[in-house]
């Protein structure tokens, strides 16, 4: 499976302002065959090629393999602002900001990442510093770092592309690295992970991950982030920026802990993992306006990729399952009503009486329908005791 591991990059002044330069050069390139690709309607990237290669290489120094990164990169944010554009994400077709969108070419910071292939990039591990091309020629003796385990990915396993960042006046190497999966084992039993607002995930051995604290983090956020709004001057929103993409890194972290921690007890006892599909969650629930705010403000999908891909990398079996009513229903006597759930942490069953935290409920019925959909997709033909008894 591939990985992308971090490294952080620690250049000296001129090879720094070399690495600004290249930077600069490819992107300032990629804005130019952008805007002719919507000008010629093209945008396919070996089609791109016959009408930009030869300029872009001429006009900005780019080297051969530099020059079609460049056009790849503009191809494939166009594939993503179609997909964007088909899935809504920027209104409805005539809205004004879908109309922006649609008659704008696509625009690229000049810091925005440049992928690097093994022709114009070389590691040396044991020096532990990389050989990388730029428009000044090529840089040799680039020293690197990071922690323990981002320095042994890198050195032992096998490194694809790389893009070359640059962010809050430091330079980066994210590297795509393939790992070996461990083989998936059969579980005994599944954990169910109710992902939430309140709690941002309870497991149904009654674990509660990032509440209160990550909780008063978040809200403390929005409310920076709407005095920042509310003032609307260059420098709040050049702060505004700053802010976002350290809570976006903030998030990420606490998403990385807190699937670590699942994955981790999952192995440890032998058990697979069942979580909530959240396909479409912010379009499908209905809140009231504080919580739209805070729903939209975590990266539920995010922390469900992570989860993904560490079990598939510990071998741990993973399910998604259907989330509907596993918060009404009692997990004891199987009783669904609306009015189980009095407020927002308490399960009180109106049939048998239990009283529960009301996600611990949800993640023990979660756990259970984990069960369901191992057996049905991996023991398909095994009878049911009911079939064996002939009823």
Not at 195 to 202: D, F, K, P, R, T
Request: charge should be positive.
């Amino acid at each position: 499976m591939k990985l992308v591991v971090q490294v952080k990059l620690l250049p000296t002044t001129e090879q720094a302002t070399a690495l600004e330069a290249t930077l600069r050069a490819c992107n300032a390139a990629a804005c130019d065959v952008a805007q002719l690709a919507r000008d010629v309607g093209c945008y396919r990237n070996y089609d791109l090629r016959r009408h930009v290669y030869q300029g872009i290489k001429t006009d900005y120094g780019l080297g051969a393999q530099a020059a079609q990164h460049v056009i790849k990169k503009v191809a494939d944010a166009y594939a993503t602002l179609t997909a964007n554009l088909k899935a809504g994400r920027y209104g409805k077709p005539g809205s004004k900001r879908r109309s922006r969108v649609e008659a704008n070419p696509v625009r690229f910071r000049w810091d925005a990442a440049q992928p690097y292939d093994a022709r114009m990039l070389s590691w040396q591990q044991d020096a532990r510093t990389v050989s990388i091309w730029t428009t000044a020629g090529r840089l040799k003796n680039v020293a690197y770092t990071g922690s323990p385990a981002q320095l042994k990915a890198v050195a032992t396993s096998a490194i694809g592309e790389s893009d070359l960042v640059h962010r809050d006046g430091m330079w980066f190497l994210y590297a795509s690295i393939e790992v070996a999966e461990a083989p998936p084992y059969e579980p005994d039993g599944f954990l169910g992970v109710d992902l939430g607002i309140a709690n941002i995930a309870y497991d149904s051995d009654g674990n509660r991950y990032a509440g209160t604290r990550l909780n008063g983090y978040r809200r403390r956020q929005l409310r920076l982030r709407a005095r920042l709004q509310q003032k609307g001057t260059k420098s709040a929103k050049r702060l505004l920026a700053r802010r976002t993409n350290k809570e976006a890194r903030h998030a990420a972290n606490a998403n990385h802990r807190i699937s670590k921690t699942i994955v981790t007890e999952a192995a440890r006892t032998g058990r697979g993992i069942a979580v909530e599909d959240l396909t479409g969650i912010r379009e499908r629930v209905r809140l009231r306006k504080p919580q739209r705010v805070t729903l939209h403000s975590w990266s539920f999908h995010q922390l469900g990729g992570f989860l993904a891909y560490k079990a598939r990398r510990a071998g741990v079996p993973l399910v998604q399952v259907d989330p509907r009513y596993t918060s009404q229903t009692c997990h004891g006597c199987k009783h669904r009503d609306k009015r189980n759930r009095p407020d927002q942490e308490t399960f009180t069953c109106r049939s048998c009486g239990v009283v529960a935290h009301a996600d611990r409920n949800a993640a023990l019925n979660i756990a259970e329908r984990g069960v369901e959909s191992w057996g049905a997709v991996n023991r398909p033909h095994v009878a049911s005791p009911c079939s064996q008894r002939g009823v």
